[in-house]
C-alpha cells in the first residue's frame, strides 16, 4: 500500500475508534442530572459572587435542588429571584429584603488627616498592620482598595482615599464586609437612606483632632430620630429595624456625618475645621 | 541512579516551561491565583502520564511498524490525546467525582497543550522504553507544576505592590517570568 493511503486509513481509523469510544462513553457513563438543576441556574442571576456560601451559582442551583438550601441566599437577585425560585420548585417563599454595602466612614482626605506617610504594598490589612494604619482616625477608612479589589461586579470605587459603594450596583454578597480590616462595611437594608457615616468610638475631642465630620456623641440625633438612633459609647449608630425618615437628623448633625443618600455633600461648603 | 537523573533533568534542569519554553499558555494564562494553579498543575501530571503511555503504545505499534512516525506522529497523538481526555472526562465524571470537581475544567483545556504533545513527541525522538516514556511525562509535568506554582506566588505578591504605572499588569509578570527563567538556568549543568 502507498504511504497515502496508509496514513489516510491509520487517521482515519482512529479517528473513528475514538468517535466511537466516546459515543458509547456518552450514552452509558454520562452523568444524568436533574433537568430541574439547569432550570434553576438560569433563574439565579449568574454573577458567581459566592455571596450565598457555594461555589457559584452552579453550585447554589444543584443544592437548592438536591440538598434543600435556603431559597433566600442569593443576595444579587434579591428578593425577586427568591421568589422565583420558590414558585419554581413550589415552595413556600420566606421574606427577604434587599441590601446593599455600606462603608460607615464619611473621612475622606479633605476631612480626615493622615499621620504618616505610607508607601508599602497597597493593601488595607498591610497598613493596618504597618503601626496601626497611617489615618489619624483609628475607626476610619484606609482607602487602599481592599474591598473594591474583591468586589465581583466592581461597586466600590476610592474617592478621595475612602472607600464608596455605588448602591445600584451593589449586590450585597458580603464579600467587602469581611475583606475590610477595620470591620467598617455593613449590609444595610437598601431602602433605608439616612445613615451615620462614621465608627469612631472616640470622645468628642479626640475625633474633631483627626477629622473634620467625625461623630463627636452630641446625642442631638438620639433625640430627633425616635429611637432609630442609639448611642453606642460616644458614636451614633442607626438601628435599621427601625423607620427613619426625620431629615432634620441629618441637618442638625454639627459634625455632617449623619448623611441622606443621593443629597449633595452638606460638609462640602463648611471650612474644614 | 538513571531513573533519579531523568527525573531531577526534565523537572529543575530541562524544566518544560522555564528552559523549553512549553506550555506558556496556561503558564502565564491561569497563574492569577494558587487555587486554580493547583487544579491546573493536577491536570497537567494527570493527562501527560496517561499521554505518554498511550502515545508511546501507539508509536511502537501503530506508527512505527507501517513507516509513519516520521510524518504522521503530530496529527496522531493530537488527535489520540485529545479523544483519551475527553473519555477520562466522562469516566472520572461518572466513577471518581471529587477527582472531577477538583480538575474540573482544567481537564478538557489542556487537551491539546503543547507541553502534553512536546513530552510525548520528546520521548520518541530520545527513544525511551515504556516506563521512561511514563516516567519523563510524569516529571516533566511536575517540573511544569513547580514552575507554574512558583510563578503564581510571585504573581500574588506581586499584585499587592506598586510597580511603577508602565509595567502593571502583563508587563511586570513577563519580566518576572523571564527573571524566573534565569533562575531556573542555574541549575543547567547539574544533569549532563
Not at chain 1, 442571576?45 to 444543584?62: E, F, I, K
Amino acid at each position: 500500500m502507498d504511504p497515502i493511503t496508509t496514513s489516510t486509513l491509520c487517521i482515519g481509523g482512529i479517528g473513528l475508534a475514538s468517535a466511537a469510544a466516546l459515543s458509547v462513553a456518552e450514552k452509558y457513563l454520562s452523568v444524568k442530572e436533574d433537568p430541574r438543576i439547569a432550570k434553576v441556574a438560569e433563574l439565579l442571576p449568574g454573577v458567581n459572587c459566592g455571596g450565598c456560601g457555594y461555589a457559584g451559582c452552579a453550585d447554589y442551583a444543584r443544592a437548592v435542588v438536591l440538598d434543600n438550601a435556603e431559597l433566600t441566599l442569593c443576595a444579587p437577585g434579591g428578593p425577586a429571584c427568591a421568589q422565583a425560585l420558590a414558585a419554581f420548585l413550589g415552595k413556600a417563599a420566606a421574606a427577604l429584603e434587599k441590601r446593599v454595602a455600606l462603608v460607615l466612614c464619611c473621612g475622606d482626605d479633605t476631612e480626615a488627616t493622615r499621620r504618616a506617610a505610607y508607601n508599602g504594598i497597597t493593601d488595607c490589612a498591610a497598613a493596618q498592620a504597618t503601626a496601626g494604619g497611617d489615618k489619624g482616625c483609628t475607626y476610619g477608612c484606609l482607602g487602599y482598595a481592599s474591598c473594591a479589589r474583591v468586589c465581583p461586579v466592581d461597586a466600590i470605587a476610592i474617592r478621595d482615599g475612602i472607600a464608596v459603594v455605588d448602591k445600584a450596583a451593589c449586590i450585597a454578597c458580603g464579600k467587602c464586609v469581611a475583606a475590610c480590616p477595620r470591620k467598617l462595611i455593613k449590609l444595610v437594608p437598601a431602602s433605608a437612606s439616612i445613615h451615620v457615616l462614621c465608627s469612631s468610638k472616640d470622645k468628642g475631642p479626640a475625633v474633631k483632632k483627626v477629622c473634620g465630620t467625625g461623630c463627636i456623641g452630641c446625642r442631638i440625633c438620639t433625640k430627633l430620630s425616635d429611637g432609630a438612633i442609639n448611642m453606642d459609647g460616644f458614636l451614633a449608630v442607626v438601628d435599621y429595624t427601625k423607620p427613619l425618615t426625620n431629615e432634620e437628623t441629618v441637618a442638625k448633625c454639627p459634625s455632617h456625618c449623619i448623611r441622606k443618600d443621593g443629597a449633595p455633600d452638606v460638609s462640602a461648603s463648611t471650612p474644614n475645621s | 541512579m538513571e531513573y533519579l537523573l531523568l527525573v531531577i533533568s526534565a523537572i529543575l534542569v530541562n524544566n518544560f516551561v522555564l528552559s523549553r519554553f512549553l506550555g506558556i499558555c496556561p503558564f502565564l494564562g491561569v497563574s492569577k491565583k494558587i487555587h486554580t494553579a493547583l487544579g491546573m498543575s493536577g491536570a497537567v501530571v494527570f493527562v501527560m502520564t496517561i499521554a505518554s503511555a498511550v502515545t508511546w503504545a501507539l508509536q511502537k505499534y501503530l506508527l512505527e511498524p507501517r513507516g509513519l512516525d516520521k510524518f504522521l506522529q503530530t496529527l496522531t497523538f493530537i488527535l489520540v490525546i485529545a479523544s483519551l481526555v475527553q473519555l477520562i472526562d466522562i469516566v472520572m465524571k461518572r466513577f471518581a467525582p471529587p477527582l472531577h470537581a477538583a480538575l474540573g475544567i482544567f481537564l478538557p483545556l489542556i487537551t491539546t497543550n503543547c507541553a502534553v504533545l512536546g513530552a510525548a513527541v520528546l520521548n520518541m525522538k530520545e527513544g525511551f522504553g515504556f516506563f521512561k516514556s511514563v516516567l519523563f511525562g510524569f516529571s516533566a509535568a511536575l517540573g511544569f507544576a513547580l514552575a507554574l506554582l512558583i510563578f503564581t506566588g510571585l504573581r500574588e505578591k506581586i499584585d499587592r505592590a506598586d510597580p511603577p504605572r508602565c509595567f502593571k499588569g502583563v508587563a511586570i509578570s513577563l519580566v518576572t517570568a523571564g527573571l524566573l527563567s534565569l533562575a531556573f538556568m542555574g541549575f543547567s549543568g547539574l544533569v549532563k
